[in-house]
């Protein structure tokens, strides 16, 4: 058999491994990194917006206060009394800076004028169009001019003299967003590092599991193909994990061991079967020769004729027997399906044990069929159920002593409906109370009549497929007492109650 490695199973289990971690590491990339950076100016705008709004009471009061000391000091120039506010509005100027790290800058209403107060020393060039577009609607905005935000808020303190009509003045902050994209890039920066560790660790990952469900597998597959080549008797595969692959060696193993146990019952079956047939065959052919010679010679012995025909007899019987058995069992191995309907027991037991009457008669064997009060129902195949009241009694019978009694029961009990086999004979020792329900096994201590292993394995069969079961009874007695067990099923138009206080035991 050719070994494709290039389509082997650990570079797939490797490669789809690698493969899922990379795009699970590419679609958190995807949905994480782009939007960050979006989310965090939009937060940045936010923050400065708030905070600016924030300090608007603090700078219009700082106004305010300014033009009360410019009202008790009868200032009337203009430029004199906006002195008097860089002071105060430096230092409220200062501490929003502090707090936002934006620049912070105070307009009057002459946007052409030097700012009241800027944060920025350099004398960087003040952002006029938003602070005109502020002093026109009122209010002021938030916008971003590319890499930087801009807020402006429009401030109108209350006059206090006819000095200082209703000026307006317009406060800006201003923040750059070079800290929004360095702290994008060291997101960046971190997690491709953590998918690069992450696909490293995925790839020794998956190396280690692909290489040792390879290993695992490769010893299945070779005890797998020594039981093909070598047959049932090759070691038996074992893999001691607790996952699929460890299920699957034990099913593997299970599935020898059973097939090691077929293979034994099928050389036991033979090599059974050619003896009973041996024996048989042999007889018959040696009372045949017999008979044969005697008509030859004309001197025929009709006492000795008829021992030789009662013995011809009981060989052939026992081939019907076996043939009987091994169609039985041919039929089950087929799940061939069985009937269920109501069978009254009773009737089937005699009906039986009358087919058992000559052959218990030779051996003066009392079969003691207990008759019921009233009819015992139960559900299964009629012809099943007969089979396996066969098999009892024929098994009764070969171990029975002579003059002895067999005594044949069916009643109700529980739920059930039972028929009761019980016979004189040693019994069953206590190690074979399950081994001679298996196919092609006797029991240890054998009397009378040998048997073929196969009538309790059948009986037993057939009473399962049919819901019910067929056992040992345990009760110490002399004799064995074999009990087939079916449901209960009155036919229709009965009454259960009446039924089962009529037949109950």
Not at 46 to 54: C, K
Not at 191 to 218: N, Y
Not at 250 to 265: K, N, T, Y
Request: aromatic content about 4%.
């Amino acid at each position: 058999m050719t070994r494709r490695r290039a389509y082997g199973l650990r570079p797939r289990l490797l490669a789809a491994l690698v493969f899922t971690a990379a795009v699970t590491l590419g679609v958190a990339a995807l949905a994480l990194l782009p939007p960050l950076q979006d989310r965090l100016t939009e937060q940045t705008a936010t923050d400065l917006a708030h905070a600016t709004d924030t300090d608007v009471p603090f700078f219009q009061a700082q106004i305010e206060r300014a033009f009360k000391q410019a009202a008790r000091d009868k200032l009337t120039d203009r430029t004199e009394w906006l002195d008097t506010l860089q002071l105060p509005l430096a230092n409220r100027a200062l501490t929003l800076r502090d707090r936002t790290g934006a620049r912070v800058i105070v307009l009057d209403s002459d946007p052409n004028a030097q700012p009241i107060a800027d944060t920025d020393f350099a004398g960087s060039k003040v952002p006029e169009r938003e602070a005109i577009r502020a002093l026109i609607d009122g209010y002021g905005s938030t916008t971003r001019s590319g890499d930087q935000v801009i807020v402006t808020r429009t401030i109108f303190p209350k006059s206090f003299s006819k000095y200082q009509p209703n000026d307006a003045f317009v406060l800006v902050t201003e923040k750059q967003l070079t800290d929004v994209a360095k702290t994008v890039g060291q997101v960046r920066n971190a997690f491709l590092a953590a998918a690069a560790v992450g696909l490293f660790v995925a790839v020794l990952l998956g190396i280690f599991l692909a290489t040792t469900l390879g290993r695992r597998l490769a010893r299945l597959r070779a005890a797998a193909v020594r039981v093909a080549h070598e047959g049932t008797d090759a070691p038996t595969p074992r893999d001691d994990g607790l996952d699929e692959v460890g299920d699957l060696a034990r099913a593997l193993a299970s599935m020898q061991r059973e097939l090691r146990r077929q293979e034994a019952a099928r050389r036991s079956f033979v090599a059974t079967a050619s003896h009973e047939l041996r024996t048989p065959l042999t007889s018959l052919q040696g009372t045949i020769e017999l008979l044969e010679d005697d008509l030859r010679d004309g001197a025929l012995d009709q006492a000795d004729a008829q021992r030789q025909v009662a013995s011809a007899r009981r060989e052939l019987r026992r081939l019907a027997s076996l043939a009987t058995e091994l169609l039985d069992l041919s039929r089950l191995d087929a799940a061939v399906p069985l009937r269920e309907e109501p069978v009254e027991l009773a009737e089937l037991c005699r009906a039986v044990a009358a087919e058992f009457e000559l052959r218990a008669r030779e051996r003066e064997v009392e079969l003691d069929v207990t008759t019921p009060p009233g009819p015992c129902w139960g559900r299964g195949d009629p012809d099943a159920v007969a089979r396996v009241i066969r098999i009892l009694l024929d098994n009764a019978l070969r171990h029975t002593p002579d003059s002895s009694t067999l005594q044949v029961v069916p009643a109700y009990h529980g739920d059930h409906a039972t028929v009761a086999v019980a016979d004189e004979g040693p019994g069953v020792a206590p190690q074979d109370h399950e081994r001679i329900f298996e196919r092609f096994e006797r029991g240890s201590a054998p009397s009378g009549e040998g048997g073929f292993g196969l009538g309790l394995a059948i009986g037993r069969e057939l009473a399962r497929r049919m819901g019910g079961e067929l056992r040992l009874d345990d009760a110490p007695r002399s004799g064995a007492r074999f009990v087939l067990q079916l449901p209960i099923e009155l036919p229709s138009g009965s009454h259960p109650e009446a039924e089962t206080a009529q037949t109950a035991t």
